[in-house]
């Protein structure tokens, strides 16, 4: 398999180098040749498998002959050594429950596979790939414990001092290993600011690999669609439902990208639920076709407070610029942060199920989309992106209820944090990453 660029205007590339470099030359992002599909005899096939069988039958297709399918299996079966629960709350609606992992995110998808492939170009290329990331907080600890202990590879994290809340600290600083956090003394876009100056610095490419780990990586794409393939086909096996639909909420929209892979590949779902906080630019093209991205707006989901998501480039690529396309497929739907609030207890009280703010977005989002004509019945799966425990204060707040540290945590929570406390200054950067060993 090979992969373009969204801007058209570079080379096709080799999966390892589209991997090693995140974005195009071009400054697209990549995409694959062609969509890999399976048949419905194939599909057949699949019932029954597990969760890491499913996942490898589609890496393959995407990977083809660039890793050894034995090594490939392995890597999976190292990747998701932990559950992905499907948890049904009434006749109709699932919780797909993507926060088991280490980090207790659905980030962890994403980053365990790039991490995995990472290690394995770099090993194929005797080379030791630093992976450079400025990080607010979620994405920087699913990278830390991702690529923790993969050989052939390091990684250099920038975080605001008391920016972060104290779980999101613990997990930034306690990988160890070839992992190394930066407490940077400014805020998210100082950290941001010096690690764009570090990808430009030509001195430091001399004597570096230099890469980033952001969700335009099309190796954490790709391991995304693993968790709708797996969950349409359980709806499939025990209750016989031919056609899915998926509930989504958006930030970057990388998510939901993965999602369309998954319907394009022939695996059984029927439409998308794009589900946005009030940061709607997307929601809104789906609507009226214009794309008009506006400054972000903080709300209660913060993970996806995006005015201009990255992933929408690739996004608008596989449905050809076709904004009606995209909509046969999509449906956009924006929920206010009053509405997340009074869905968090709602549906505490109904089900006694405790959701956090991204999930709790994209389940009003469904339910609206149930309340319009024609769409009341059809089985929708939510995914929940989030661990409650990520979001404890805000919960808390809305249940009057604590919210207890899952065992995952307790260790983590334990660890000394270790962490080089710098300057917001380019010149502190540059200084540690040439006193790395090469
Ligand atoms: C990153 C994130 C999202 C948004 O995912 P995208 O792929 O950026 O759309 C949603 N929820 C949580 C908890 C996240 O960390």
Request: proline share 5%; net charge negative; hydrophobic share 40%.
């Amino acid at each position: 398999m090979i992969y373009f660029s969204t801007h058209k205007s570079s080379i096709p590339v080799s999966l390892k180098k589209a991997t090693l470099e995140g974005l195009a030359p071009d400054g697209g992002l990549y995409v694959p040749s062609e969509i890999p599909h399976f048949s419905p005899e194939e599909i057949t096939m699949l019932e029954g498998a597990s969760f890491n069988n499913i996942a490898l039958a589609i890496a393959k297709k995407f990977i083809g002959n660039d890793i050894p399918p034995d090594q490939l299996s392995d890597m999976i079966d190292n990747c998701y050594n932990f559950e992905t629960p499907l948890v049904q709350l009434n006749n109709n609606t699932f919780i797909e429950e993507l926060f088991c992992g280490p980090t207790l995110a659905f980030k962890d998808y994403g980053a365990r596979f790039l991490a995995r492939l990472t290690g394995f170009f770099a090993a194929e290329e005797n080379k030791q790939i630093t992976v450079l990331v400025a990080t607010s907080g979620d994405t920087g600890s699913a990278v830390a414990y991702g690529f923790q202990g993969i050989a052939n590879t390091r990684v250099v994290l920038l975080y605001p001092s008391g920016k972060v809340s104290h779980l999101q600290e613990q997990q930034l600083t306690t990988a160890g290993n070839n992992v190394h956090a930066l407490e940077v003394q400014g805020d998210f876009d100082d950290c941001q600011r010096m690690v764009k100056e570090a990808f430009v610095d030509p001195t430091l490419h001399k004597s570096l690999t230099l890469t980033s780990a952001n969700s335009i990586n099309i190796s954490r794409l790709i391991p995304q669609s693993f968790y709708y393939a797996w969950a349409s086909m359980q709806l499939k096996e025990n209750y016989g439902c031919n056609k899915s639909l998926f509930c989504v909420p958006s930030g970057n929209y990388g998510n939901l990208t993965a999602g369309v892979l998954a319907k394009r590949m022939g695996f059984p779902i029927s439409h998308f639920i794009a589900a946005s906080n009030a940061n709607d630019s997307v929601t809104r093209y789906i609507d009226d076709g214009r794309y008009e991205p506006r400054p972000t707006i903080t709300t209660l989901s913060t993970a996806m407070d995006v005015g201009n998501p990255s992933n929408f480039a690739r996004l608008r690529y596989l449905y050809h610029n076709d904004h009606n396309a995209m909509g046969n497929d999509i449906s956009g739907i924006s929920i206010s942060d009053e509405e997340t609030t009074a869905t968090i207890k709602a549906v505490y009280e109904r089900f006694n199920y405790i959701m956090e703010p991204h999930t709790a977005v994209a389940f009003r989002a469904l339910e609206r989309y149930r309340s319009t004509a024609d769409h009341d019945n059809a089985p929708g799966i939510v995914l929940s992106t989030a661990h409650p425990v990520k979001f404890r204060e805000a919960i808390e707040e809305t249940l009057n209820k604590k919210i207890e540290i899952p065992v995952q945590l307790h260790e983590m929570m334990e660890k000394k944090k270790c962490a080089s406390l710098i300057r917001a200054d380019y010149k502190e950067l540059a200084s540690f990453l040439n006193g790395l060993d090469q």
